[in-house]
């Protein structure tokens, strides 16, 4: 399984981004597909994961009510838009791939994972 992230950039707070992240290799939909983000000098952290169905979503308490995670099956790709976004959002944002489908917020469950794309909110 192949991971391509894209569509970080430079955004004000309170703007707007969605990334995205295009698989190939195995469908989407028979993955539980996650989002981290990581900081220079922190760990990494979860954002939020989404089912291999794509019928349910889970967020960190940070960024839950403004970001959504979605899958779009004939694309083969799931995103996340990241609306109200704020300076300490800030950092390079990776998505994972679960081929076990432990739909777990920890790192160490996902097997594979995209290059990251860095995300920059201005105040």
């Known amino acids: 399984v192949q991971l391509q992230a894209s569509g970080g950039g430079l955004v004000q707070a309170g703007g707007s981004l969605r990334l995205s992240c295009a698989a190939s290799g195995r469908t989407v939909s028979s993955l539980a597909m996650g989002w981290f983000r990581q900081s220079p000098g922190k760990e990494r952290e979860f954002v939020g994961r989404i089912s291999w169905s794509g019928g349910s979503a889970y967020y960190a308490n940070s960024v839950k009510d403004r970001f959504t995670i979605s899958m779009d099956n004939a694309k083969n790709t799931v995103y996340l838009q990241m609306n109200s976004l704020k300076p300490e959002d800030t950092a390079v944002y990776y998505c994972?791939?679960?081929?076990?489908?432990?739909?777990?917020?920890?790192?160490?469950?996902?097997?594979?994972w995209g290059q990251g794309t860095q995300v920059t909110v201005s105040s």
């Open positions: 994972a791939a679960d081929p076990s489908r432990l739909y777990s917020d920890y790192y160490g469950s996902y097997v594979y």
